[in-house]
């Protein structure tokens, strides 16, 4: 499978929900991959709109089931666990110039006919290559942390490893990975969809060009559609942001890629907060 991991299945079946609520996940799920800067008011007030009777408690309850959070900072659905240690966020400023130089991850769902699962993905900020990905019906941490296990044992080790706030992610089995492999831990700042852009547009990519156009309905399908996509993804999808080259041909060569999120996405929140590298 060209170096991508072979999805494991958590705890059998996908999740099952009711026929109205999965529709409200479609939904929830297609409108923030387009507008990923709403909240949950908002997609309250968008749903309305389209004629669905909803409330907002119910709407935060299936946002949180999806992970969703909107990139404007404010309440975040990925929550850390009280007892869990939180890092700063070290990529602000920082110019990302080789492969293995950061790696990050985070966690998106995916409809299926009669229920739902979890994607979790890693991926190398410098090439945009996904080294592993996974699957689960639960979001448990089980399954992160064996797809991180998988990226190491393939690629090497990273510098630096950036996540979400997540209960997943700053959990003590997630922590100890990263630690006994002497990687440095970044984390998001909270409801900062930004601070991780490539694993949103990542999201953004498998979902559009894959996912929504497949329609799958049962999770083998999926597995097998997840594999090719990935595979096209790596070595047969050209980048503009990568002088249209292919991830694996800039992993490979360590020519092309690179990053630095102060020039695209924080200039204007650094300037006003007198920021001028990490934190």
Known sequence: MAGIARSTVYAG????????????LRLLDEEYTRRPFYGSRKMVAWLR????????????????ILGLAGMAPGPNTSKSHPAHA????????LGIVRPNHVWSTDITY???????????AVIDWYSR???????????????????LATALRLYGIPEIF???????????KWIAVLKDNGITISMDGRGRALDNIFVERL????????VYLKGYAHLPELLSGLADYFVFYNSGRYHQSLG??????????AVGGGAKIADHFSDKRNASNGETGQR
């Not at 006919?113 to 979790?120: D, E, I, M, P, S």
């Not at 950036?162 to 003590?172: R, V």
């Not at 249209?244 to 060569?253: H, L, S």
């Open 129 to 147: 290559k996904v080294l592993a990905w996974e699957v689960s019906n639960t979001m448990d941490v089980g399954f992160c942390v064996d797809c």
């Open 244 to 253: 249209y080259k292919t991830p694996d041909e800039v992993y490979r060569t």
């Open 162 to 172: 950036n996540t979400d706030q997540g209960a997943q992610f700053t959990s003590d």
């Open 86 to 93: 939180v890092y700063p966020y070290l990529l602000r400023g």
């Open 110 to 120: 995916i409809r299926l006919a009669h229920g739902f699962v979890y994607l979790v």
């Open 13 to 24: 079946k996908a999740e099952r929900v009711d026929g109205f609520e999965l529709m409200l």
């Open 49 to 64: 709109a389209e004629g669905h009777c909803v409330n907002r408690k119910r709407v935060q309850r299936l946002m949180h």
């Open 203 to 210: 999201w953004r990519s498998v979902k559009h060009e894959d």
